[in-house]
């Protein structure tokens, strides 16, 4: 079971300024800040627990995928992702943390007039 459920999941990205919410890929939660993806829960089949998937920066990816349950996210590792599944050693705690990072890290990309624009200056 994961630590974080799909509507705990929702909430926290939910609580972030300046987010919104498509369900894409089959389903899948998608979040995003300024059109850009920062976070993502899905599962990978029929029956599968849920996995979330974030960005983070280069130091935290090579921390994370070090623990158990915490891999390279499929397709989007080359760009710092992690996926995080069930069983993993992270809380709940500690995943809406990363979550809060990812959005920071991806709004910090954004052009400044968006950022702006969003209020998130």
């Known amino acids: 079971m994961m630590a974080l459920s799909r509507a705990e999941f929702d909430a926290a990205c939910a609580a972030l300024p300046a987010t919104t919410h498509v369900e894409q890929w089959g389903g899948a939660s998608v979040w995003k800040v300024g059109g850009k993806i920062f976070a993502i829960c899905s599962s990978w089949g029929e029956g599968a627990d849920d996995a979330i998937a974030f960005k983070c920066s280069d130091l935290t990816y090579r921390i994370l995928t070090e623990l158990p349950g915490v891999v390279p996210a499929p397709y989007l590792a080359r760009a710092s992702w992690v996926?995080?599944?069930?069983?993993?050693?992270?809380?709940?705690?500690?995943?809406?943390?990363?979550l809060v990072e990812a959005h920071r890290l991806v709004a910090a990309k954004l052009t400044r007039a968006l950022r702006r624009e969003l209020g998130l200056e």
């Not at 996926?83 to 990363?98: M, P, S």
């Open 83 to 98: 996926q995080v599944r069930a069983g993993a050693e992270l809380d709940a705690e500690d995943i809406r943390a990363h």
